[in-house]
């Protein structure tokens, strides 16, 4: 069989769920890494590093959470990634054969709640900032949010190619952007001695950056083999961990240093982080904040594309659990244009608190996705090792089952372990998390937790006769996804 790329990989993209076959693959394993680069390389990074600083923490401590938290949970997220090649097919639909044809929905509707709720912020970010640029009374001018989205609309749908060749050209402006950036924050902005004191640690302040790092990062998972899944699988799984892993952490772990800088080195920083970047910048010489705020604006739409790409495959995923559906350009339009209108339609009328509302978002996704990254990592890894029955994924009643006991009593199990330890502010503090003082370390026992019990759920599976079947379906699914692409 050919393995040259097909004409149908340019122009629109019309996959969405299917499998994407030998003869569709194509590209270079580093393409993943300015993407994952300039997923964190945007403004609402840039406020997740002011938590610990408006917390009551101090900027080394800050800086040492902030590099722990994304060290720790990119390496999740890019093992995530590794997927992708692999098995050819976009994450979610991964959980399948974890959570079974109808069970998995249990966190295709997380994940979904997640695209909406990063894109309501994203869009408001990118807005001000395409306003702020002009002028101040422009930032709360909702025109831009209808550019924002319109623009990250076609972008999603276009798809795979286009979102890669975006990020890694935008990437050279904003590297530079971002440089300037922190010269400008160094030289221009005091940081007091005390904030770089290691004595004064603070528990609090420190492990909730830690967390939020950790589950921003831990985020991404749900959707970062969408972006390596057009690999040929004869990549090998390291090197697509590693530029995933060091695209994304050193895109993270930048701009969040750079928010605690600018934190403990303005008053009232936090209220309006679009106004903060755009002084600091104007700090280095004027007209450089509105260059910054457009340049930061672009990566907020590159981010929202991914969002409404991801959420559509999701949508689909989930409609497709219920009536058995046929992946065509249509339903992609039509999914596409589904979640932007949630993503305006919320942006529209948000509250304007920012921070705290966006901290808490995050929290909730970390405690959400903590157990299901566990049981899908594990199933990939240890359980079954990458081999999987593609064909029976898209079987209603396949050797996945509707139902996958194992990965949902293991995820309930994961989640409800997590619970003592949860601190939300003004919503729910855990006992254990309350009689330390409000630590949260709800991270450290979700994954271990979920990850062992499914493992110990799983010691009878079969996996000899999986692979056989595997084996067996492997030019069967080859044929048909090579004849499967609809108009």
């Known amino acids: 069989m050919s393995t040259t790329t097909s004409p149908r990989t340019r122009g629109i993209e019309v996959r969405s769920i299917d499998y994407v076959p030998l003869s569709e693959r194509h590209g270079r394993v580093s393409r993943i890494g300015p993407l994952w680069f300039m997923s964190n390389a ?112 076609a972008i999603a749908l276009v798809g795979y190619d286009l979102i890669h060749s975006f990020e890694k050209y935008l990437m050279i402006l904003t590297i530079l952007m971002l440089a300037l950036l922190t010269l400008s924050a160094v030289v221009h902005l005091h940081v007091p001695a005390a904030q770089l004191d290691l004595t004064h640690f603070n528990a609090v302040p420190f492990f909730a950056q830690l967390g939020v790092a950790a589950g921003y990062q831990i985020s991404w998972a749900i959707y970062v083999s969408d972006y390596s899944r057009y690999l040929p699988p004869t990549v090998k799984t390291r090197n697509t961990f590693a530029w995933t892993f060091w695209g994304s952490a050193l895109g993270g772990i930048w701009v969040m240093f750079l928010g605690s800088w600018i934190a403990v080195s303005a008053k009232d920083i936090g209220s309006n982080t679009v106004v903060d970047l755009k002084h600091v910048a104007d700090l280095l010489f004027p007209g450089f904040g509105a260059i910054a705020l457009i340049i930061a604006a672009l990566g907020l739409v590159s981010v929202t594309a991914l969002n409404m790409y991801g959420g559509s495959l999701t949508l689909i995923s989930s409609i497709d659990s219920f009536v058995k559906i046929r992946p065509t350009l249509v339903i992609r339009i039509t999914t596409i244009v589904v979640t932007a209108a949630i993503s305006i339609g919320f942006a529209l009328f948000a509250s304007a608190n920012f921070l705290g509302g966006f901290t808490d978002f995050l929290l909730l996704i970390l405690y959400l996705f903590i157990p299901w990254t566990a049981v899908n990592l594990t199933d990939f890894f240890i359980v079954r090792r990458g081999h999987y029955a593609i064909a029976e994924i898209f079987k209603p009643n396949g050797i996945y089952r509707r139902w996958g006991w194992q990965g949902i009593v293991a995820y309930l199990l994961g989640f409800a372990a997590m619970i003592p330890f949860f601190d939300v502010a003004g919503f729910f503090e855990g006992p254990v998390s309350k009689a330390m003082g409000g630590v949260d370390i709800s991270l450290f026992i979700g994954l271990p937790v979920a990850a062992f019990f499914y493992w110990l759920f799983t010691r009878n599976i079969n996996v000899e006769a999986e692979r056989r079947l595997a084996d067996e379906q492997t030019a069967e699914i080859e044929r048909a996804a090579s004849e499967h692409v609809l108009p």
Do not use: C, D, K
Not at 42 to 55: E, H, K, R, Y
């Open 42 to 153: 945007q403004i609402a990074t840039l406020a997740t590093g002011l938590i610990s600083i408006t917390s009551g923490g101090n900027l080394i401590w800050s800086f040492i959470a902030i590099a722990l938290g994304i060290l720790i949970g990119t390496i999740f997220m890019a093992a995530h990634s590794s997927q992708g090649p692999q098995l050819g097919l976009p994450q979610m639909i991964q959980s399948r054969p974890q959570f079974g044809y109808v069970g998995a929905l249990l966190v295709w509707l997380f994940a979904y709640l997640q695209y909406a709720g990063f894109n309501i912020f994203n869009t408001i970010l990118a807005g001000e900032s395409i306003g702020g640029a002009i002028s101040s009374g422009q930032a709360s001018n909702p025109l831009w949010l209808w550019a924002v989205t319109i623009l990250a609309a």
